[in-house]
């Protein structure tokens, strides 16, 4: 079933790895521990739960009707030290908060969901679980491998090195940790997967 996709500009492309220039965007994140997977499992039932409808209509008491929020893709894994707190307004992806981590290793992570388009923040419901927040984003560039089959330690930190070189090479200049997007449900066939690695550049 098709889902809606941010959008962005495609600046630059050379096979696998592109430029992209993304539009603003809202997201409903969720601060959660663990290794990679068991996080990205705890995250993604806590943000479905919200856009499922475990929120307050905007607008409405507390008591008054829930609202459901279209799925969208991708579902973004950000590495965070073990003592940030999200912030309610800030940088699906931010500046890496602690150089020591990466997506290999990190025991915390932020999850991510973008909001449809279609929703100003004010018109989204309020998440009932103080878990989960809503944040929103501004524009911002990102360089982005895109790469089929399953995230192992090992895969990602292949990839990861494949996307710096590749940035190190055309003199760009990155901003901090890399992202890890995956774009499809755990049940799809490892060859039909869709893995992004993103990393947000600094513009001159």
């Given at each position: 079933?098709?889902v809606?996709?941010?959008?962005?500009e495609?600046?630059?492309?050379?096979?696998?790895?592109?430029?992209?220039?993304?539009?603003?965007?809202?997201v409903?994140?969720?601060?959660?521990?663990?290794?990679?997977?068991?996080?990205s499992?705890?995250?993604?039932?806590?943000?479905?739960?919200?856009?499922?409808?475990?929120?307050?209509?905007?607008?409405?008491?507390?008591?008054?009707?829930?609202?459901?929020i279209?799925m969208?893709?991708?579902?973004?894994?950000?590495?965070?030290?073990?003592?940030?707190?999200?912030?309610?307004t800030?940088?699906?992806?931010?500046?890496?908060l602690?150089?020591?981590l990466d997506?290999?290793?990190?025991?915390?992570w932020?999850?991510?969901?973008v909001?449809?388009?279609?929703?100003?923040?004010?018109?989204?419901?309020?998440?009932?679980?103080?878990?989960?927040?809503?944040?929103?984003?501004?524009?911002r560039?990102?360089?982005?491998?895109?790469?089929?089959?399953?995230?192992?330690?090992?895969?990602?930190?292949?990839?990861?090195?494949?996307?710096?070189a590749?940035?190190?090479?055309?003199?760009?200049?990155?901003?901090?940790?890399?992202?890890?997007?995956?774009?499809?449900?755990?049940?799809?066939?490892?060859?039909?997967?869709?893995?992004?690695?993103?990393?947000?550049?600094?513009?001159?």
């Amino acid at each position: 079933m098709a889902v809606e996709e941010p959008k962005f500009e495609l600046i630059a492309q050379d096979g696998s790895r592109e430029i992209r220039r993304y539009a603003p965007l809202i997201v409903a994140e969720t601060l959660v521990s663990g290794d990679m997977d068991a996080a990205s499992g705890k995250g993604f039932r806590l943000i479905a739960d919200y856009i499922f409808g475990n929120n307050t209509r905007a607008g409405e008491a507390a008591e008054k009707a829930s609202q459901k929020i279209a799925m969208t893709a991708p579902v973004v894994l950000e590495p965070v030290a073990a003592s940030q707190k999200i912030a309610m307004t800030a940088p699906v992806t931010a500046e890496p908060l602690d150089a020591a981590l990466d997506l290999a290793s990190a025991t915390q992570w932020r999850i991510q969901f973008v909001m449809p388009a279609e929703y100003a923040m004010p018109a989204l419901p309020r998440p009932n679980n103080e878990a989960v927040t809503l944040r929103q984003l501004p524009a911002r560039t990102f360089a982005v491998l895109t790469y089929s089959g399953l995230n192992s330690a090992s895969r990602i930190q292949e990839k990861t090195a494949e996307l710096s070189a590749w940035l190190k090479a055309r003199g760009a200049e990155p901003m901090g940790m890399p992202l890890l997007a995956r774009y499809d449900p755990p049940w799809t066939l490892p060859m039909w997967r869709r893995n992004e690695i993103q990393i947000e550049l600094k513009l001159p």
